[in-house]
């Protein structure tokens, strides 16, 4: 199988970006795009296997308020460039340009939290079920793979059976956080002793 080239694949997740923006599914995207596409056709390019047609990425630019120019090559600003164009946002004022520059940082923003997550979803799909990952926010998803993440260094190492005791009621912690079953204080204390327990564990 032939792997997508990198330039398609980012075009791939602006374009899954501005539809996530939208809070739409692959099929609901597909009936906006001009002309229409179905949702294996987006899913596509939304994986940069292929991509759309000139007349369909002009659609998809106007339907994310975006340019061409940006769906095709990303911004071209400097991490400085954007921090001084963020201190304009106070504005109620915006012109339509700024208006659309914002629209672009925010997708690019998003698409660059998606390939950093990317390597540690495949770990999270080890630990967690599908099913529990599909229903998570973006801020549980992150949270998931973290515990992912330490949950695959543990069971490499050597580390005591108190920390494990310690680290599993901290697991169930979270789940009991996540359903607000406890409050956030609550939490607060268990990651206290969490911490205790590491620094116990591993000085």
Do not use: H, Y
């Given at each position: 199988m032939v792997q997508p080239?990198?330039?398609?694949?980012?075009?791939?997740?602006?374009?899954?970006s501005i539809r996530i923006s939208k809070g739409i599914d692959l099929a609901k995207?597909?009936?906006?795009?001009?002309?229409?596409?179905?949702?294996?056709?987006?899913?596509?390019?939304?994986?940069?296997?292929?991509?759309?047609?000139?007349?369909?990425?002009?659609?998809?630019?106007?339907?994310?308020?975006?340019?061409?120019?940006?769906?095709?090559?990303?911004?071209?600003?400097?991490?400085?460039?954007i921090k001084k164009f963020q201190s304009t946002l106070s504005r109620d004022n915006l012109t339509d340009e700024e208006k659309k520059r914002v629209k672009e940082i925010s997708i690019e923003t998003r698409s660059a939290i998606q390939s950093v997550n990317e390597p540690f979803d495949k770990v999270s799909r080890q630990v967690f079920k599908n099913s529990?990952?599909?229903?998570?926010?973006?801020?549980?998803?992150?949270?998931a793979n973290h515990i992912s993440i330490l949950l695959s260094h543990i069971s490499d190492s050597e580390v005591s059976d108190s920390f494990l005791k310690g680290f599993a009621v901290y697991l169930d912690e979270i789940t009991h956080l996540l359903s607000g079953s406890i409050s956030k204080k609550d939490f607060r204390e268990c990651q206290d002793a969490l911490s205790k327990c590491i620094d116990k564990n591993f000085e």
């Open positions: 080239k990198p330039e398609n694949i980012m075009i791939g997740k602006r374009i899954k995207f597909g009936k906006m795009v001009n002309p229409p596409a179905s949702a294996s056709i987006v899913s596509r390019w939304e994986r940069g296997i292929n991509l759309p047609n000139s007349q369909r990425i002009k659609s998809i630019a106007e339907i994310g308020n975006v340019s061409v120019n940006f769906l095709l090559n990303g911004t071209q600003m400097s991490i400085k460039d529990f990952l599909a229903g998570l926010s973006p801020e549980e998803l992150t949270l």
